[in-house]
């Protein structure tokens, strides 16, 4: 009695050993496979991969990523906003990237959406996505949030080819905020996953903003598969099921280009 009451001691933040096995510094290791990766399908000009989430969560700065990564400079054409708040992106865009020569790209291709709000009338809709994956949704065209394309709008794709369709499909969620994602939003993107695992969309998951949710992870990049928040995260528990695979990448640290998450399912 009267003594000092011990300090509780908080659990370490990191643990001993990654969680997932990953070499640092060594992106001669894995920039071949990209380099050169050629679909098995030969009707298949590129390889579409859609990225859907909720607004700010890092889409568009993924993109700029990967492409800053494969130019070997930063590029930033997928315009990000400065603070993330209400969709910034407002139009379906694809972006193909250079390879090599001008004029000369990689058989792959990320198409860049709206993002998904919690509010009914605000953000891409569920249905646009949908329409989306089908391949019915031309380039430029300028989401409305209140109704979904018509079929007689100018960017809507009455035939869609096999090259229109959308091939991969990626959640882009931010591990930050993951917690804080609304109940409506979640449905959405259950939604699009449900309908993307009806079509025989492969999925993974991309995990955003790591840097801001572990100080350990913004300490030292390196210590992303250490951090028992960002594993436990990575479990995705409120996005139930469905979701194949799951990654973790901060702009940082996919600009400083460790691994790409691209897996050839299209065959
Ligand atoms: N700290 C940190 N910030 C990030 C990361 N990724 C994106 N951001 C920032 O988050 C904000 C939103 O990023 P965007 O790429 O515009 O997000 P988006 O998903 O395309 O957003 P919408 O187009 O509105 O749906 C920008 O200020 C980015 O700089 C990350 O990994 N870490
Ligand atoms: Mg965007």
């Not at 071949?32 to 679909?39: A, E, N, R, T």
């Not at 494969?70 to 390879?99: C, M, N, P, W």
């Not at 090599?100 to 569920?126: Q, W």
């Amino acid at each position: 009695m009267g003594g000092k009451s011990s300090q509780p001691v908080s659990p370490p933040p990191l643990l001993e050993d990654n969680w997932r096995t990953i070499q640092w510094g060594c992106k001669e290791n894995y920039l071949p496979f990209v380099k050169d990766y050629q679909p098995h399908n030969t009707e298949l000009l590129e390889l579409r991969i859609l990225l859907h989430g909720p607004a700010g969560s890092g889409k568009s700065s993924f993109i700029n990523s990967v492409d800053s990564l494969l130019q070997g400079r930063i590029t930033g054409r997928a315009l990000v906003d400065a603070v993330s708040h209400d969709s910034f992106t407002t139009e379906y865009k694809t972006y193909k990237i250079q390879k090599g020569e001008p004029g000369t790209f990689y058989p792959f291709a990320f198409t860049d959406i709206m993002g998904l709000e919690k509010d009914t009338n605000k953000g891409v809709g569920v249905e646009d996505i949908k329409l989306a994956m089908r391949g019915h949704i031309k380039d430029g065209y300028k989401f409305n949030t209140l109704s979904t394309i018509s079929e007689d709008d100018c960017h809507y794709n009455n035939n869609p080819t096999l090259n229109n369709k959308v091939h991969v499909l990626v959640c882009v969620v931010p591990a930050n905020t993951i917690h804080l994602l609304s109940d409506e939003t979640v449905k959405k993107m259950r939604d699009v996953r449900l309908a993307a695992r009806d079509k025989e969309i492969p999925q993974l998951a991309i995990l955003t903003k790591i840097d801001e949710a572990c100080p350990e992870v913004k300490r030292d990049l390196r210590n992303v598969y250490k951090s028992k928040s960002l594993k436990k995260k990575s479990n995705c528990s409120n996005l139930d099921g469905g979701i194949q695979h799951v990654t973790g990448y901060s702009t940082e640290l996919h600009l400083s280009c460790e691994e790409l998450p691209l897996r050839d399912h299209h065959r």
